[in-house]
């Protein structure tokens, strides 16, 4: 943070933990933007991104400055007058990203993606801003199996899908409603994204594609299960793209 700024935004920073001299030193707050929330398995590890963004950027030199918005998942609202929340919250959550990046003085941006109409709303900040900034992708869900068929045979590689399908086959009486619903509860067996090529794996392919995340940044998983930790693609995208981003500062 440099500039003429109101002195007393250093008193507020420092009473948040912010060090306003390697601030000025470094000549860098970096935005970690991201929408979490623990209410779907797409965006509920974002908090966790977020602190390792922060640790990584610290390791640079620079100081995170964390700001939040609203995730909206499609395949909660669906078929519901709550779906309406979806498209309107793509541009929310793109102003909000803006509006804590530029109103406490961040001067480069880490946007994290996930659901839906997060994947457009982490890019739009950044083209608005024209500041320095990446996107990382929270990753998509592992696949499950069951041990019934016709999904046994598929092996370790169930996904969203076939559980679209097993819904089907349970409503027209091909199987129980206790095998449904052991396809669901291991058709996703932990965080991430749907596994196909919907709205999120789409748009974080395209993001990539776009050059505005690393390579192989929209093709990890999120975690192994539900109870493990983030997978350890994605905690090695966190190192690169703190990297890659302190590149382009200097390159600015």
């Known amino acids: 943070m440099t500039g003429n700024h109101w002195k007393r935004a250093s008193l507020e920073l420092r009473a948040a933990g912010f060090e306003p001299e390697a601030i000025a030193a470094k000549n860098k707050i970096v935005t970690v933007a991201g929408a979490y929330t623990n ?75 996930g659901c839906d109409k997060t994947g457009a709303a982490a890019m739009m900040p950044l083209a608005r801003t024209n500041d320095v900034g990446l996107v990382i992708y929270p990753g998509t869900s592992s696949p499950g199996c069951v041990d019934f068929e016709p999904w046994a045979s598929k092996g370790n590689n169930l996904t969203v899908l076939d559980w679209a399908e097993a819904r089907a086959a349970m409503r027209a009486e091909r199987i129980t409603p206790e095998e449904f619903e052991e396809v669901e509860r291991n058709v996703m067996p932990g965080s991430g994204t749907c596994g196909a090529m919907f709205t999120a794996n789409t748009m974080s392919t395209i993001t990539e594609a776009m050059g505005m995340m690393l390579p192989r940044g929209a093709s990890h998983p999120a975690d192994y299960d539900s109870t493990s930790d983030i997978h350890d693609d994605v905690k090695a995208q966190v190192e690169a793209t703190t990297q890659a981003l302190y590149t382009l500062i200097e390159a600015d």
């Open 39 to 113: 209410a779907h398995r797409c965006n509920n590890r974002v908090e966790r991104i977020s602190d390792l963004l922060s640790t990584s950027i610290a390791s640079q030199g620079g100081q995170g400055l964390v700001v939040g918005a609203p995730a909206v998942s499609d395949a909660l609202t669906q078929g519901s007058a709550n779906a309406s929340y979806s498209l309107v919250s793509r541009d929310i959550i793109a102003d909000s990203f803006e509006i804590g990046h530029r109103a406490h003085h961040g001067e480069a941006m880490i946007v994290i993606s």
